[in-house]
C-alpha cells in the first residue's frame, strides 16, 4: 500500500491521528525536507528506509515505489496532499501499476493561516466562498487563462494565495486590475511558514500587501489570504440563529435557547 499523507503545516503535531499511525507502520518513507519538518520523522520505525525528494525526480519517486512492491510506503507531502500536492501523476502511476493506494488527508496551511489570524475566511452576507490560487509564475503553462488572479478579484470572495511569494508586485497589481471587487483598503494577510518556529502573520490590506510580503524577506512558503471576509466583524449566522431549524434542532423563539428560556 503506497499511502500519500498530508504532513500539517509544518508543526508536528498538527499531522492527523490517522496520518502518523501510518509513518509509524511504514517500511518505506519518501518526505520532501524542504518542506515537512524533520520532526515528523519521529513517528517512523528506525529500521523504515527513508528517502528525501527535494532532490528526486517523479522518475526517481516512482522508482522507489517500483522496488518495494509489497512495501507499506508513505509518501509525505505539505499540508493537504489535494491542495498543489502533484499527488495526481502518482495516483495515474498507481492505477497503471495496479499498486493499492490512500489519501490521508492533511492541515491546509491555508486553515493553518486563518487560525493564526483568528478568523474566519466565510462570514455571512460578506464572503461565503474561497478561492484557492496563485499566479502563474515559472509553471506558467500550468495555469487555464481563466484563472487568473485578476480574473478571481473580480469576484471579490476570499481568496487563498498559494505559491506567488516571490512575485509581490505582480500579485498586487492582479488583486487591483480593473473591474477588480478588491480596494487597496480591503483587508490581506500575510502568513509565512504558519505553524513552524520561525512563523511570520502580518495583517496588511491590498494596497500594502506587495511592501508587506517583501518585509518578511520570505519568497516561499508565503500564503496570502485577501478578502473583506477578513475584516473581522461577522453578521450573525443563520445556523445558530433560534429562527433556524434543521436536522438536529427546532425552531425556537426569540429569547430562548433551543426552546428553552435562555
Ligand atoms: C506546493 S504548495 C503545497 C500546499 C499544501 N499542499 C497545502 O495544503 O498547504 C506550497 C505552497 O503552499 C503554501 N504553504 C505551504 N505550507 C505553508 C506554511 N506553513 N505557511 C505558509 N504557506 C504555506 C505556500 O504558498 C507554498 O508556496
Not at 517523479?58 to 522507489?64: I, T
Not at 497503471?96 to 466565510?122: H, K, W
Request: with cysteine; hydrophobic share 45%.
Amino acid at each position: 500500500m503506497i499511502s500519500f499523507v498530508g504532513a500539517g503545516p509544518g508543526a508536528p503535531d498538527l499531522i492527523t491521528l490517522r496520518g502518523r499511525d501510518r509513518l509509524a507502520a511504514a517500511e518505506v518513507v519518501v518526505w520532501a525536507s524542504s518542506l515537512v519538518p524533520e520532526a515528523l520523522l519521529a513517528h517512523v520505525r528506525p529500521e523504515a528506509t527513508i528517502h528525501d525528494s527535494k532532490t528526486m525526480t517523479l522518475e526517481d519517486v516512482l522508482a522507489v515505489y517500483a522496488a518495494h512492491p509489497a512495501a507499506a510506503i508513505v509518501r509525505l507531502h505539505s499540508g493537504d496532499p489535494s491542495v498543489y500536492g502533484a499527488i495526481q501523476e502518482q495516483i495515474d502511476w498507481c492505477v497503471a501499476n495496479q499498486r493499492d493506494f490512500e489519501i490521508v488527508p492533511g492541515v491546509s496551511s491555508m486553515a493553518a493561516a486563518a487560525a493564526l489570524v483568528r478568523r474566519e475566511l466565510t462570514i455571512p452576507r460578506v464572503a461565503q466562498s474561497v478561492v484557492m490560487t496563485r499566479l502563474a509564475g515559472r509553471t506558467a503553462a500550468s495555469m487555464p487563462e481563466r484563472e487568473s488572479v485578476a480574473s478571481f478579484s473580480a469576484i471579490g470572495a476570499t481568496m487563498a494565495v498559494f505559491l506567488s511569494g516571490a512575485r509581490p508586485a505582480e500579485l498586487q497589481k492582479e488583486l487591483l486590475a480593473p473591474g477588480s471587487a478588491y480596494g487597496p483598503d480591503t483587508p490581506a494577510a500575510v502568513v509565512v511558514r504558519a505553524s513552524w518556529p520561525d512563523e511570520q502573520v502580518l495583517m496588511t490590506t491590498v494596497g500594502a500587501v506587495a511592501e508587506t510580503i517583501l518585509s518578511t524577506g520570505a519568497r516561499t512558503t508565503v500564503l496570502v489570504l485577501v478578502g473583506p471576509a477578513l475584516e473581522g466583524a461577522a453578521a450573525r449566522s443563520h445556523l445558530y440563529s433560534p429562527a433556524y431549524a434543521h436536522q438536529f434542532r427546532r425552531r425556537s423563539a426569540p429569547g430562548t435557547t433551543a426552546g428553552r428560556p435562555a
